[in-house]
């Protein structure tokens, strides 16, 4: 991946790609495992069921789900007791999800695109709506920037609240 200046500049490269290679939670996926410093940066194969909120059934917000993936590798690079890194790694995803609904009324895939993406025929609507080069794209840099933040963290300290970004 190129270096670029910032992780919605990476999220676009990834994302905004003609053959559609990447969805979102791949995307925010791999952009916070390279800004995290993550192994295997490029390698998106744990969110590939996870788009479209999880295999298109409109759950979680694939940039949430993705992110959350690399949360929690965070977590668990930064803090040596598991249950501690489990409890941080909630406590920024649930931040997270928080200002997402704050920004954009939901956290759920349906509920932000209002379709069905399982339905006959959506999916590909979907793609040629464009919708996700504009809406999509506006929700994966919202995740990435705001945890890109927990790279600039020195450390995690022993509560969970601390690590939440700015």
């Known amino acids: 991946m190129p270096v670029t200046s910032t992780p919605s500049d990476r999220a676009r490269e990834v994302f905004l790609t003609e053959d559609n290679e990447y969805g979102c939670a791949e995307t925010a996926y791999i952009v916070l495992k390279h ?67 704050a920004e954009f009324g939901s956290t759920t895939c349906r509920g932000l695109l209002g379709i069905d993406l399982r339905e006959p025929g959506e999916h590909d609507r979907f793609i040629e709506s464009g919708i996700w080069r504009t809406e999509c794209m506006r929700q994966i840099e919202f995740a990435v920037e705001y945890l890109a933040q927990l790279d600039q963290t020195a450390g995690w300290g022993s509560e969970a609240g601390s690590t939440q970004p700015g």
Not at 46 to 56: P, S
Not at 57 to 68: D, E, R
């Open 35 to 101: 800004v995290f410093d993550l192994p295997d940066a490029d390698d998106s194969s744990a969110a590939m069921a996870l788009n479209g909120g999880v295999a298109y059934a409109g759950g979680v917000c694939g940039a949430i789900s993705g992110a959350a993936l690399a949360v929690g590798q965070l977590a668990g690079q930064r803090l040596d007791d598991h249950q501690e890194a489990k409890t941080a790694a909630r406590e920024v995803v649930m931040d997270l999800m928080d200002r997402f609904e």
